[in-house]
């Protein structure tokens, strides 16, 4: 079936601006995981989805970031007024509950010039 | 919060020849423990995991291997092939705390024929 996606695969802005990040999880997934992957910093943790509760919001690096999750499915992470050090791989998972074993999508590139 | 470290950094081996990657965790009350792989511009890919109550897990040329006491983990995969080249993670959580994943810093395994 399908995995999960993430769109845009590349994005490149400029110092300041803001951007979106979108992710689709893996149908019937309720919990939804976001994640950075960048050459400093290795693999980590934003933030987390489970169901209707309140995200677990505790990776986020700054108040500059902020995610969302539309009715249950699609997330948006926004990233305002970017910087250079906000360059890095935004991943995206989903698992069908907490307790269950996630799948990541490929990926957006985020290059801030 | 949980520290996941990893060895080694790199690790190159002759096709067919075994490989043995190890990490070593901080929070005793980590519970669970997948391993990734991840080829160039994809996001990670989930090929084994195991829980706290099971000392080790094998599927085909993969296993993974568990020391609660020591607090170590390893992958080890055997008869390697090509195609195994790529960067692996670790990683840990404690499944009733939301499942965030803690990771290791990566080992690039080449393979050569």
């Known amino acids: 079936g399908a995995g999960v996606s993430q769109s845009p695969s590349n994005k490149v802005t400029e110092k300041g601006k803001d951007v979106e990040l979108r992710c689709d999880p893996i149908s019937g997934h309720t919990a939804l995981y976001w994640y950075r992957q960048s050459l400093g910093q290795g693999l980590e943790f934003l933030i987390y989805f489970q169901g209707n509760s309140a995200p677990d919001k505790s990776g986020l690096p700054s108040d500059r970031f902020s995610a969302e999750r539309t009715g249950g499915s699609v997330s948006t992470l926004t990233i305002q007024r970017t910087q250079q050090e906000d360059s890095a791989v935004y991943l995206c998972a989903s698992s069908y509950s907490s307790s269950h074993e996630q799948y990541f999508g490929p990926g957006t590139r985020l290059t801030v010039t | ?113």
């Open chain 2, 1 to 113: 919060g949980e520290n996941v470290e990893q060895h080694p950094s790199t690790l190159s081996v002759q096709e067919g020849d075994s490989a043995v990657i190890k990490c070593t965790y901080s929070d005793s009350a980590s519970n669970y423990f997948p391993w990734y792989k991840q080829e160039l511009g994809k996001g990670p890919q989930l090929i084994i995991d195991i829980r706290s109550n099971v000392g080790e897990k094998k599927d085909q040329r993969i296993a993974v291997t568990l020391n609660k006491t020591a607090k170590h983990f390893s992958l080890h995969i055997t008869e390697t092939q090509p195609e195994d080249s790529a960067v692996y993670f670790c990683a840990a959580s404690k499944g009733a705390a939301g499942n965030k994943l803690t990771f290791g810093g990566g080992t690039r395994v080449l393979v050569k024929p």
